[in-house]
């Protein structure tokens, strides 16, 4: 994104009047180790490095290295907590917030970092996921059920009508929970989720889905077959890349396509022990156990009329 210049001054005047310039040095390294800012500065071993030289330096790397807002999410979390043990107040940081929150970012005080305001844009990072970076990342596996047949028996536009309002469907569901989708076929996609309660987030996601599919199904769908779905979750590492195809190598992206292939039914969520384990007794209760395979259960939830 392109930094506005009233942001960068309000970072070099931070750094200058708030920390030494060891001090400065250091907190970069917390996000780019081996970071030499006497090499970057080009000031000889024998010259100090000025405060307002260092942090301009400073202020162009992390610019240029994509990673403003991490860096500011550091100095709130240095503000709050201290560094090293000692008090830190640093400068222009209500100043500094309000810029970013202008450039289309809020502060995410769980996570402790800066993500995209959903109103502002969407991409698949939430413009916080780093290439190369590890990340633990929620996933919600969709399958269309049947969309062979389907795409066989009825007309192109009328399924491309019908599966534009699935992905609406699924689009609706995860705006609302900050999720996003990091890959969507003609016959399913996968979403992650990141951010606050994941786990909770992609799961409630997950059944609300299936509840707007069988409403859609009564009322709106223009086929004379129902559309099915089978959903599942997962959670895990993640080597995060812009490459779908990379993306997909992670175990627990595997993992979640190999829960929605082998356990689940058509028109059911299944998950894994992991994320049942960690969701609250009352949203725990509405799935059941369906297999065990290895020592590792799963877990389903699917629709039925009341007996």
């Known amino acids: 994104m392109k930094i506005r210049s009233s942001l960068q001054n309000f970072l070099i005047r931070s750094l200058a009047e708030s920390v030494t310039v060891e001090v400065m040095e250091a907190i970069v390294k917390e996000l780019v180790p081996g970071y030499d800012l006497r090499r970057r500065t080009g000031f000889p071993l024998n010259i100090p490095i000025p405060n307002r030289d260092a942090a301009r330096q400073i202020c162009s790397d992390i610019i ?6 991490h860096f500011i999410s550091l100095l ?11 008090r830190v107040r640093i400068s222009y940081l209500r100043e500094m917030i309000k810029e970013v929150y202008e450039h289309g970012f809020i502060y995410d005080s769980v996570n402790k970092i800066f993500v995209e305001n959903p109103i502002v844009r969407r991409t698949r990072n939430w413009g916080v996921l780093r290439n190369g970076q590890e990340y633990v990342i929620t996933f919600l596996r969709l399958d269309i059920v049947g ?27 995860i705006d609302a929970r900050n999720g996003r989708i ?3 076929e003609g016959d399913g996609g996968l979403i992650a989720f990141y951010f606050s309660n994941k786990n909770k987030l992609a799961t409630l996601s997950g059944m609300e889905i299936l509840h707007e599919l069988f409403i859609y199904n009564q009322i709106k769908n223009r086929l004379e077959h129902p ?13 995060y890349t812009e490459n779908i195809e990379d993306l997909k190598k992670n175990e627990a992206i595997k993992t979640v396509i190999d829960i929605e292939s082998r356990f689940t039914q058509p028109n059911s969520l299944t998950m894994s022990l992991n994320i049942h384990s960690s969701l609250e007794r009352e949203m725990a209760n509405h799935f059941n156990i369906i297999a065990e395979e290895k020592g590792t259960k799963y877990f389903n939830y699917h629709l039925k009329w009341e007996q």
């Open 64 to 69: 240029e290295l994509n990673i403003l807002t």
């Open 76 to 86: 709130i979390e240095i503000n709050t907590n201290g560094y090293f043990g000692r």
């Open 147 to 173: 969309n062979s047949e389907l795409v066989r028996k009825y007309p192109e536009d009328l399924i491309n009508a019908t599966y534009d309002d699935l992905l609406g469907i699924v689009q609706g569901s």
């Open 182 to 184: 990091w890959n969507w």
């Open 227 to 239: 559309i099915g779905v089978r959903a599942a979750i997962h959670t895990g590492f993640c080597n």
